[in-house]
């Protein structure tokens, strides 16, 4: 059964920093793409960094600068390196993955079909 298992939330305050990983298990995802969204209270979950298999990234014009995805395909991991955190960061944090989609690094939450039960990321200040 697949699994996506993320840790490294916390409480931070403004300025910190924080490392997010999530473990994937169950099937290999080496070729598929992999994404962390978030979503905080009241609102939409929302896109944050996105990460193909050959490691193209992109990130979210909110976090450009401060986050960086990036995959180890040897552990199944995936990370969001969150650095310079705001207290607008806060949010619960979500790890998707896949299907296989080429070169293309989706941004969309229904793009992806495999979902973490979410990390909290609390950022005071």
């Known amino acids: 059964q697949v699994q996506l298992v993320e840790s490294g939330g916390g409480s931070v305050q403004a300025g910190g920093s924080l490392r997010l990983s999530c473990a994937a298990s169950?099937?290999?995802?080496?070729?598929?793409?992999m994404g962390w969204f978030r979503q905080a209270p009241g609102k939409e979950r929302e896109f944050v960094a996105g990460?193909?298999?050959?490691?193209?990234?992109y990130h979210a014009d909110s976090v450009k600068g401060r986050f960086t995805i990036s995959r180890d395909n040897a552990l199944s991991t995936v990370y969001l390196q969150m650095n310079s955190l705001k207290p607008d960061d806060t949010a619960v944090y979500y790890c998707?993955?896949?299907?296989?989609?080429?070169?293309?690094?989706?941004?969309?939450?229904?793009?992806?079909?495999?979902w973490g039960q979410g990390t909290q990321v609390t950022v005071s200040s």
């Open positions: 169950g099937r290999t995802f080496s070729n598929d793409p």
């Open positions: 998707a993955a896949g299907p296989y989609r080429g070169a293309t690094i989706p941004k969309r939450k229904n793009e992806y079909i495999y």
């Open positions: 990460i193909n298999w050959s490691r193209n990234t």
